[in-house]
């Protein structure tokens, strides 16, 4: 059974840092692209950052180019985010997912979720 589960989230003051951990199980974890979403309150899930592990390729949404960073232990099938200079509209649940393709930043190719961590970024 695959498995994504994220950790990492929590309340911090606007400037401030966190790293978030997506712990995969139940596929080949070299074979995957990961991904970090996240949905805000009232808006459409948003794509953030996807990292393919074949080829160590990624991809940011621009709003976070320069501030967040994904990255992976593949000994231990984890992607982590880290979130740096965290501004109050960072604010959502972020997710992470898997597909077996190409980073992407659309969320419908991705096959597989977690339940997502709560991000605030407070002013």
């Known amino acids: 059974e695959v498995q994504l589960v994220e950790s990492g989230g929590g309340l911090v003051q606007a400037g401030g840092s966190l790293r978030l951990s997506c712990a995969a199980s139940?596929?080949?974890?070299?074979?995957?692209?990961i991904a970090w979403f996240r949905q805000a309150p009232g808006k459409e899930r948003e794509f953030v950052a996807a990292?393919?592990?074949?080829?160590?390729?990624?991809i940011y949404a621009d709003s976070v180019k320069g501030r967040f960073t994904i990255s992976d232990d593949s000994a231990k099938s984890t992607v982590y985010l880290q979130m740096n200079d965290l501004k109050p509209e960072d604010t959502a649940v972020y997710f992470c997912a898997a597909n077996q393709a190409s980073a992407t930043p659309y969320a419908d190719w991705y096959a597989f979720w977690g339940q997502g961590t709560q991000v605030t970024v407070s002013a």
């Open positions: 990292l393919t592990r074949n080829s160590g390729g990624t």
């Open positions: 139940g596929f080949t974890f070299d074979d995957y692209t």
